[in-house]
């Protein structure tokens, strides 16, 4: 049996914390062929994203990939990130978090990327999330 890593529990503890107490989480990972981000919101192979509840739409973190809808520039576009490109996960407005090593993604070819839905597709029932109002993302350097 192989051991699951402790990754992704920890990127979804630490954002359950972040939001628990008004912080609004952010995550940094590694930009390369594996990330389906929009061209040019990457800076020197990395990007750092607002993942909070008011930022994103579907929010799905998995323990393979982390994917969303978010607003870039006003148009709403998905965005998946293997949870092996995630180098930290942190509250914006006092830096505590955890940092991660980088790993090897070992998933689906970027070709797969575009498996996501372009039109948004409504939460599943029962579901514990706020209700998203307007999303909005924030690129930061």
């Keep these: 049996m192989s051991e699951v890593s402790t990754k992704p529990y920890l990127i979804r503890a630490i954002h359950a914390w972040c939001t628990d107490q008004g912080f609004t989480p952010y995550l940094a ?3 390369d062929e594996h990330v389906r981000i929009p061209p040019g919101t ?9 993942v909070s509840f008011d930022a994103t739409h ?22 998946r990130i293997p949870v092996a490109n ?17 790993e090897v993604f070992e998933g689906a070819a970027p070709e ?23 999303s909005h993302l924030k690129i930061i350097k």
């Design 29 to 31: 990972a590694v930009a």
């Design 112 to 134: 797969d990327a575009d498996d996501a839905p372009d039109e948004p597709t409504p939460p599943p029932p029962g579901g514990d999330k706020p209700a998203a109002g307007r």
């Design 86 to 102: 995630v180098l930290a996960v942190y509250a914006q407005e006092n830096g505590h978090g955890m940092a991660f090593e980088p």
């Design 58 to 79: 579907q929010l799905d973190m998995g323990n393979d990939m982390i994917q969303f809808q978010a607003r870039f520039g006003g148009v709403a576009q998905w965005v």
């Design 42 to 50: 990457a800076r020197e192979g990395q990007i750092v994203l607002d």
